[in-house]
């Protein structure tokens, strides 16, 4: 029972958060000491109050007069000096606490986007391809701004709060206890109303979070695909399906809003009780004589500062479970399992020579058939294999498992003879150098986009990377040369462009592995044809593996193999294949346009 109710404990938001950030508790205590300071100097005035007239009706028999202050003027100089004091304090702690917890709420949230974006970085693709990147970013950037809703302003009213009932609540008692337990009789009722509607409010607040994050999915997956919605002419119907998103969130925030805006009304009625029964009953007692005339006015201007601030418990409430739902949402990404680790072991890339071998290897993606089964394959160091087969056939996932980008299912894969599971991530990926069929370009210059995952690399390396992978002639005849922005995605430059840009950021990073999917695909045949001649420089020295539909990339390669259906079914040199009349030669038939793929009539 105890491990369950600790279990329950460590899953409410609040305490899940305050772990996540353990270091900034000296941050949190003393914005926390400030604000109880504020609120004390905050509750002095209603005694100043109660004392002036004191002062006033009684003279020189006033309380004030007991602790050496006899006329009346030198007992108001003193309200007058304890009154400035008092204000400057408060004034000085109000700024502070300000301070404190605004700058409490910035660091929090750059620490967890910090933290969620790092461990993000961590997970396998798989986690990338069960969710979306709309859905991510707005917990990356959404849900935790959400967060300042609360850290700014309502952690702060709620222990001024708390203080307030504390020390008001007891003055009263301790002054007038039979006029004061009617200030006290809505507390409870008050409480457990806000109990009931945080426990009504939380999932409410969490659909919403999540249709938010429904629509940032939309906007994101249209941003990125807006030439197909162009060139298909569905813009009105990607309109209505975002309106149909949009307004799935409208609804769910106007269901959290209905609740909570009953609230506030429904505490002001228990709150007018109190306030008409210390005015009603404390008078009495002030006239009949029971009271002392500066306690009952104490009385009535503390009994607004003990209960009125309770009516802002609903507004605390209301940005509480905002910020927690969000807080969930981007505490669960941080606690998303990471089902590839590095190993120990520490990688030079210097001294790796470059053998690769595949022993028995066996992998599906998801819940899919087998794609690779008791596959093997041995690359000698500093050898050029060349890799063919048809769509699916699993030539891209080798070298997505060679990356560790996803889990083998079983088997091993080995570099130099230790299997890559051993080495630290890091150190594995900075040794393979990848140019991808699908390639990507950042937002940047041709220069940053040549030199990324090479920032000390100089200004002639990255032109003779550019000349390697043909692309020095057309980025020397653009208005800025190297300097050209090539947009988002590298939307401003041609694909064949962009895929010799990232050939020869592959080229600068000089890795002892390089692996070519598909990097010409995207290239004419003569700029194809030159980069072939380039491929015995950018070979050089380093284990190889090219990935090709175009035979003509991969026919000088020391080795060739085929796969179909995730095995090997033919290896060979280019010109032992053509002997063998099997599948490659098929294929090199219909390329070389020596037989008809179409049917005749």
Avoid at 50 to 59: A, L, P, Q
Avoid at 389 to 397: I, P, V
Avoid at 416 to 436: K, Q, S
Avoid at 474 to 489: A, C, K, N, Q, S
Wanted: aromatic share 8%; with cysteine.
């Amino acid at each position: 029972m105890k491990l369950n109710s600790l279990i329950q404990l460590e899953s409410v938001p609040i305490i899940r958060l305050a772990r996540s950030q353990s270091k900034q508790k000296k941050l949190i205590l003393l914005a926390t000491f400030c604000s109880i300071l504020n609120k004390l100097f905050d509750l002095a005035p209603p005694v100043l109050i109660g004392v002036s007239i004191d002062v006033v009706i009684r003279e020189k028999a006033s309380w004030l007069s007991s602790y050496g202050f006899a006329s009346v003027p030198t007992q108001l100089s003193v309200l007058a000096l304890a009154s400035f004091l008092i204000w400057s304090a408060e004034s000085f702690f109000e700024y502070l606490y300000a301070f404190l917890w605004r700058d409490l709420a910035q660091r929090t949230q750059h620490n967890l986007r910090i933290q969620a974006y790092d461990h993000m970085q961590k997970l396998e693709m798989s986690f990338f391809e069960n969710d979306s990147s709309g859905r991510l970013l707005a917990i990356l950037n959404d849900d935790i701004n959400q967060l300042e809703r609360f850290l700014d302003h309502g952690a702060n009213q709620l222990i001024q709060l708390f203080v307030t009932v504390v020390i008001v609540g007891g003055a009263m008692a301790w002054l007038a206890p039979g006029v004061a337990i009617f200030a006290f009789i809505p507390i409870p009722i008050i409480l457990l109303g806000s109990i009931i509607f945080q426990k009504r409010l939380a999932p409410k607040y969490r659909n919403v979070r999540e249709k938010a994050g429904d629509m940032a999915a939309r906007l994101s997956n249209n941003l990125g695909g807006i030439f197909t919605i162009k060139s298909f002419a569905t813009e009105s119907w990607e309109l209505e399906r975002l309106k149909q998103d949009s307004r799935s969130y409208q609804l769910s925030n106007r269901e959290a809003i209905r609740l909570s805006a009953a609230f506030i009304p429904l505490i002001r009625f228990a709150i007018l009780f109190a306030f008409l029964a210390i005015l009603l009953i404390g008078g009495l007692q002030a006239w009949q004589g029971n009271l002392e005339i500066g306690i009952y006015s104490f009385l009535v201007f503390i009994t607004q500062r003990l209960l009125w601030p309770l009516t802002t418990l609903g507004h605390i409430l209301d940005d509480y479970q905002r910020s927690m739902a969000s807080a969930n949402r981007v505490l669960d990404l941080i606690d998303t399992q990471i089902k590839i680790s590095g190993g120990s072991l520490r990688l030079d890339p210097k001294k790796v020579k470059g053998a690769i071998n595949f022993r028995s290897v066996c992998f599906k993606y998801n819940e899919r058939n087998d794609l690779l089964k008791n596959f093997n394959l041995e690359i000698s160091a500093g050898s050029t294999i060349g890799i063919v087969g048809s769509t699916g056939s699993g030539k891209s996932s080798l070298v997505k498992l060679l990356l560790r980008l996803y889990a083998l299912d079983s088997g091993e894969i080995e570099l130099d003879g230790v299997p890559i599971r051993e080495f630290e991530l890091v150190d594995l990926r900075r040794a393979i150098a990848l140019v991808n069929q699908e390639f990507y370009l950042f937002h940047g210059t041709i220069k940053e986009n040549i030199s990324y995952g090479n920032n000390q690399a100089t200004p002639a390396q990255i032109k003779w990377a550019a000349k390697l992978a043909e692309a020095s002639e057309f980025i020397e005849r653009l208005p800025y040369g190297y300097d050209t922005l090539v947009g988002e995605r590298g939307q401003k430059l041609s694909g064949g462009q962009c895929q010799r840009i990232a050939l020869a950021r592959a080229i600068l990073k000089d890795a002892p592995i390089l692996i070519l999917d598909e990097a010409t695909a995207s290239v004419d045949n003569e700029t194809e044809a030159a980069i072939q001649r380039s491929l015995s420089k950018i070979t050089s020295n380093r284990t190889t593996i090219v990935i090709a539909h175009r035979l003509s990339t991969i026919k000088n390669a020391d080795r060739i193999i085929v796969i179909s259906k995730g095995s090997i079914v033919e290896s060979g040199t280019h010109l032992s294949l053509l002997k063998n009349k099997g599948i490659y030669s098929d294929l090199w038939n219909v390329q070389a346009g020596e037989r008809n793929i179409y049917p005749t009539s």
